[in-house]
């Protein structure tokens, strides 16, 4: 019988993002972000939902750390608001903001919690997209590289685990779009396919430029990541032939050949650029040098996946759609397929060549409709179901030799959800939004006790 142990030096931990938590929106020198300003305009998020309060985190970091060190998670991670350090992007440090992510990290600390920062969790300056367009600009990637300076500068001492950039698929391929209003901010109507994976080029060229400036910047030696949220394909059956399959439509899925692929080998995958034609972006001489920056890990954001089988025509794969029937979570797009988490590390150890770089689950998860029982309780048997399965296939994972390192839970609380505002849970803590208390659900319980006996129980 397998008892699903991980090795003792496996970090657990759990996930948040700035905008998603914090709130605060104008406090200490803080200006606004695309999010505040896309979702202040009608429509485009659900029930007008804004993320101004949120979970209020900024002003309640404290007892959210005590919450942290009583589910016994040693690792956490949350993303630093560029408005918050650089109100207007470019330009003059606002040290109260700085501030706070200071008092953050010390309290983590004492609590015996290391902190690892993401830079950017898609929170940009609306002072820029109103300068120059944000990521339609080149000069975006070095006004980051600059921001990057700022916090690594002034936080370095304490903060060794940086993750650089977070899912760059989403805040470009989803900000951006032709003839249609995009779901994310900044929510920009380009006028061509080309536009919207130059916003993609200048992403991995500000990771890139972001790698340089920690490195320099830090004073002690640190790690530097990239996050990810790589399409996973998922042999239909785990035959050659299927595998093989599935190992061939990677490259080119959603947008794992126009990021990983030039972050990892230093290449656009040929496959991805012989498909967009015209549509590829302008890269210029010694971009992809750049954006090829030797990293200390990987962060991944899995999930759910896509069933690939292997087929009988040019391109020697088919990837398969969901019934409405399939299992789902309580997002349209949340399918469930816990071997996702195995495939999504396999398919980058094993076809990217790099077998020893060390991979994090840094973000998965699930929403379920939670609600609070007659007793004050939250009994989220749905999402222990997801994470239990998932687990498992991270621990496949590491059995087999791939080198997953360690696993952060989407997410800490429940939160804002982007377009779905607050009506989409994610979080193993339950948040009354209107007394802003806290309510540790079942499954909060339940991952306590996988960390404490360090196995998927
Ligand atoms: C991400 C996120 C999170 C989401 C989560 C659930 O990094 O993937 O965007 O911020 O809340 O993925 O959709």
Same mark, same amino acid.
């Given at each position: 019988?397998?008892?699903?142990?991980?090795?003792?030096?496996?970090?657990?931990?759990?996930?948040?993002?700035?905008?998603?938590?914090?709130?605060?929106?104008?406090?200490?020198?803080?200006?606004?972000?695309?999010?505040?300003?896309?979702?202040? /305009?009608?429509?485009?998020?659900?029930?007008? %939902?804004?993320?101004?309060?949120?979970?209020?985190?900024?002003?309640?970091?404290?007892?959210?750390?005590?919450?942290?060190?009583?589910?016994? &998670? /040693?690792?956490?991670?949350?993303?630093?608001?560029?408005?918050?350090?650089?109100? %207007?992007?470019?330009? %003059?440090?606002?040290?109260?903001? $700085?501030?706070?992510?200071?008092?953050?990290?010390?309290?983590?600390?004492?609590?015996?919690?290391?902190?690892?920062?993401?830079?950017?969790?898609?929170?940009?300056?609306?002072?820029?997209?109103?300068?120059?367009?944000?990521?339609?600009?080149?000069?975006?990637?070095?006004?980051?590289?600059?921001?990057?300076?700022?916090?690594?500068?002034?936080?370095? %001492?304490?903060?060794?685990?940086?993750?650089?950039?977070?899912?760059?698929?989403?805040?470009?391929?989803?900000?951006?779009? @032709?003839?249609?209003?995009?779901?994310?901010?900044?929510?920009?109507?380009?006028?061509?396919?080309?536009?919207?994976?130059?916003?993609?080029?200048?992403?991995?060229?500000?990771?890139?430029?972001?790698?340089?400036?920690?490195?320099?910047?830090?004073?002690?030696?640190?790690?530097?990541?990239?996050?990810?949220?790589?399409?996973?394909? @998922?042999?239909?059956?785990?035959?050659? #032939?299927?595998?093989?399959?599935?190992?061939?439509?990677?490259?080119?899925?959603?947008?794992?050949?126009?990021?990983?692929?030039?972050?990892?080998?230093?290449?656009?995958?040929?496959?991805?650029?012989?498909?967009?034609?015209?549509?590829?972006?302008?890269? /210029?001489?010694?971009?992809?040098?750049?954006?090829?920056?030797?990293?200390?890990?990987?962060?991944?954001?899995?999930?759910?996946?896509?069933? @690939?089988?292997?087929?009988?025509?040019?391109?020697?794969? #088919?990837?398969?759609?969901?019934?409405?029937?399939?299992?789902?979570?309580?997002?349209?797009?949340?399918?469930?397929?816990?071997?996702?988490?195995?495939?999504?590390?396999?398919?980058?150890?094993?076809?990217?060549?790099?077998?020893?770089?060390?991979?994090? &689950?840094?973000?998965?998860?699930?929403?379920?409709?939670?609600?609070?029982?007659?007793?004050?309780? $939250?009994?989220?048997?749905?999402?222990?179901?997801?994470?239990?399965?998932?687990?498992?296939?991270?621990?496949?994972? =590491?059995?087999?030799?791939?080198?997953?390192?360690?696993?952060? =839970?989407?997410?800490?609380?429940?939160?804002?959800?982007?377009?779905?505002?607050?009506?989409?849970?994610?979080?193993?803590?339950? $948040?009354?939004?209107?007394?802003?208390?806290?309510?540790?659900?079942?499954?909060?319980?339940?991952?306590?006790?996988?960390?404490?006996?360090?196995? $998927?129980?």
């Amino acid at each position: 019988m397998t008892s699903y142990q991980f090795p003792d030096s496996f970090l657990w931990g759990a996930a948040t993002a700035s905008y998603q938590i914090e709130g605060a929106a104008t406090e200490d020198g803080r200006k606004p972000s695309v999010w505040d300003t896309f979702s202040a /305009k009608s429509g485009r998020t659900l029930n007008g %939902d804004t993320g101004a309060v949120a979970c209020d985190h900024y002003h309640r970091y404290e007892s959210d750390v005590k919450l942290m060190a009583a589910l016994g &998670i /040693k690792h956490y991670r949350f993303s630093i608001a560029w408005t918050r350090i650089i109100p %207007d992007g470019r330009g %003059d440090v606002n040290e109260a903001g $700085v501030d706070f992510y200071s008092r953050l990290v010390d309290c983590l600390r004492e609590h015996g919690i290391t902190p690892h920062a993401t830079l950017f969790h898609w929170d940009s300056p609306q002072a820029l997209e109103k300068r120059y367009g944000s990521w339609r600009s080149r000069e975006m990637a070095q006004d980051y590289a600059d921001y990057v300076t700022a916090v690594v500068s002034r936080l370095g %001492d304490r903060i060794t685990n940086w993750m650089t950039i977070n899912e760059i698929s989403c805040f470009t391929h989803l900000g951006y779009a @032709v003839n249609a209003d995009p779901p994310h901010a900044p929510g920009t109507r380009v006028k061509r396919r080309k536009d919207i994976w130059q916003t993609c080029h200048h992403a991995i060229l500000a990771h890139g430029l972001g790698c340089q400036a920690i490195r320099a910047a830090s004073p002690v030696p640190c790690s530097v990541a990239l996050v990810d949220n790589p399409a996973v394909t @998922v042999p239909i059956a785990e035959s050659p #032939e299927h595998i093989a399959a599935a190992q061939k439509a990677f490259p080119t899925c959603w947008a794992n050949g126009g990021i990983l692929y030039p972050v990892l080998t230093g290449a656009y995958s040929p496959v991805l650029l012989e498909q967009l034609g015209w549509d590829a972006p302008e890269i /210029k001489a010694g971009d992809l040098e750049t954006i090829h920056q030797p990293l200390d890990a990987l962060g991944l954001n899995i999930y759910t996946g896509t069933y @690939v089988k292997a087929a009988d025509n040019p391109s020697g794969y #088919e990837c398969l759609d969901f019934r409405d029937s399939y299992p789902r979570l309580n997002m349209p797009w949340l399918w469930m397929l816990p071997e996702a988490l195995y495939w999504g590390m396999r398919h980058i150890s094993d076809t990217l060549e790099k077998p020893t770089l060390p991979l994090f &689950i840094t973000e998965n998860g699930c929403a379920a409709q939670d609600t609070v029982n007659a007793q004050g309780e $939250v009994v989220d048997l749905e999402r222990i179901a997801y994470l239990r399965q998932y687990l498992k296939a991270a621990h496949r994972a =590491v059995a087999e030799g791939y080198p997953l390192h360690g696993y952060f =839970v989407w997410s800490l609380l429940d939160n804002f959800e982007w377009a779905w505002g607050y009506d989409r849970r994610f979080g193993i803590t339950y $948040v009354d939004y209107p007394t802003q208390k806290r309510i540790p659900k079942a499954s909060f319980h339940w991952y306590a006790e996988c960390i404490q006996q360090g196995r $998927v129980v």
